[in-house]
């Protein structure tokens, strides 16, 4: 998931969201949200500690697994 942020305040993903604001989507929900399809999301900050929202070393370390 990859943080986005709303240009134009309309509904999103079932909720309505100000202009400004940011959201969390992936990138199907927002393919057709983004220039050029959409004028709608602009891309947000990334995370600079985890690039590509991916865990970084230490995080991946210690992830806890599923049972």
């Known amino acids: 998931m990859k943080t986005y942020k709303v240009r134009i305040g309309c509904e999103i993903a079932g909720a ?22 959409g ?6 900050k990334q995370n600079e500690e985890a690039p590509n929202d991916k865990l970084n070393r230490y995080q991946r370390r210690h992830r806890r697994r599923s049972q």
């Open 16 to 37: 309505w969201r100000e202009a400004g604001s940011d959201i969390r989507l992936t990138e199907d929900q927002a393919r057709e949200l983004l220039p050029p399809l």
């Open 39 to 44: 004028n709608v999301l602009l891309p947000g």
